[in-house]
């Protein structure tokens, strides 16, 4: 059974930083070249939508959006 799936994902997509090894996206660390590897990826969430009326770039928006507010949070926990 493979466990820490989400951890990884968070990881890859630079929202949390690794507290051991390396991890490398399109050959850039993630910790050291974090808008680098944001620029190669792309993200597809789990729940297509929030709502039926929202368009797949506004519920995009809305989501990157909720990620760089949670930021700091995630950092200071």
Not at 5 to 31: C, E
Not at 37 to 54: C, M, N, T
């Amino acid at each position: 059974m493979v466990r820490g799936k989400t951890t990884t994902i968070n990881i890859l997509a630079t929202v949390l930083r690794p507290t051991s090894g390396r991890f490398v996206v399109a050959g850039h660390d993630v910790v050291t070249e974090p808008h680098i590897v944001r620029r190669h990826i792309g993200i597809v969430f789990q729940d297509p939508s929030l709502d039926d009326e929202l368009t797949s770039t506004r519920t995009s928006t809305y989501m990157v959006g909720c990620m760089v507010l949670a930021r700091p949070l995630l950092r200071s926990a």
